[in-house]
């Protein structure tokens, strides 16, 4: 595993963590996403010669704890744009909804190992359709 890559194209999630906090809406956010996951996918296609869902899955982990953990620092700025979020915490057991912050790491673990997933399948997918580089 190129550690040195996975670290690298999760930077793109530390950038999305920092731009969440206050620049990119919540409605805006999942195109955001997308093109990062094509594109990442794409770099991870081209360069790796297998192993590409794993590629995938890992830096889309390390993309998890970025944004979880900036989230969790800059929390009061987060959800003043991310209503949703706010919403959904109130939703979750008391013991939660006292700490809301506690909510938002528990609930970005899920949401990040699922979206890792999703991340190792585009990149299984992409290494189907982008040519190798020379």
Not at 32 to 52: D, E, N, P
Not at 105 to 128: D, E, M, N, R
Request: include cysteine; charge should be positive; hydrophobic fraction near 60%.
């Amino acid at each position: 595993m190129n550690w040195k890559l996975i670290f690298q194209l999760s930077l793109f999630g530390l950038i999305m963590a920092f731009g969440t906090v206050s620049l990119i809406p919540q409605d805006v956010e999942p195109v955001f996403w997308v093109v990062i996951f094509i594109f990442c996918s794409a770099v991870i296609a081209r360069v790796c010669a297998a192993k590409y869902f794993l590629y995938g899955f890992f830096t889309g982990l390390v993309n998890c704890v970025w944004i979880t953990v900036v989230h969790v620092l800059f929390y009061a700025k987060y959800i003043t744009g991310h209503k949703q979020m706010d919403v959904m915490a109130g939703k979750m057991p008391e013991s939660f909804a006292a700490h809301p912050r506690v909510a938002m790491a528990i609930a970005g673990l899920g949401l990040g190992i699922t979206s890792a997933i999703v991340f190792g399948l585009i990149a299984f997918i992409a290494s189907k359709i982008v040519k190798k580089r020379q």
